[in-house]
C-alpha cells in the first residue's frame, strides 16, 4: 500500500453512508409516521467514521417543533434501529455501526433566512 491507501477507504465510506442513508430511511419509513408522534422523519444525510464502526444520522422532522419528541424517541429506539439495519447490510458489513442521530437543521435555517428576506 502506497500513499493513496487512503483513497479507497474515503470511496468505500461514501458508499457506506450513502447505502446506510438508504437503508435507514426505508427502515424509519415503514415505520409510518405514527411511530414518531405524528411527524415526517427524513434521513437527510449519514456521515460513517473510518474505521466504519460509528454512523452519524442527521434526521429532518416535519413539523419541526416536535423535534425534541422525535428525537428522544429515535434515541431510545436506536437499537432497535440498529438491529433492523443489520439485518439490511450483514452481507456488506463486517459490524453494523453505532448509530448517533442528530436533528439536521438546515431547512429551518433555509426557512428562516426566506422569513428575513421578505420583511
Known amino acids: 500500500m502506497g500513499k493513496n491507501s487512503d483513497r479507497p477507504a474515503g470511496t468505500r465510506q461514501l458508499k457506506v453512508a450513502r447505502e446506510l442513508q438508504r437503508d435507514l430511511a426505508e427502515i424509519i419509513r415503514s415505520k409510518g409516521m405514527a411511530a414518531f408522534g405524528g411527524c415526517?422523519?427524513?434521513?437527510?444525510?449519514?456521515?460513517i467514521s473510518p474505521d466504519l464502526s460509528v454512523a452519524k444520522v442527521f434526521v429532518s422532522i416535519?413539523?419541526?417543533?416536535?423535534?425534541?419528541?422525535?428525537?428522544?424517541?429515535?434515541?431510545e429506539e436506536k437499537r432497535t434501529l440498529r438491529g433492523e439495519l443489520g439485518h439490511k447490510v450483514a452481507s456488506q458489513l463486517r459490524i453494523v455501526p453505532e448509530l448517533d442521530f442528530y436533528l439536521d437543521t438546515t431547512l429551518d435555517y433555509a426557512e428562516h433566512i426566506e422569513e428575513l428576506l421578505k420583511k
Open 40 to 47: 415526517m422523519v427524513t434521513v437527510s444525510e449519514v456521515r
Open 62 to 75: 416535519f413539523p419541526s417543533d416536535k423535534a425534541a419528541g422525535v428525537m428522544q424517541i429515535l434515541e
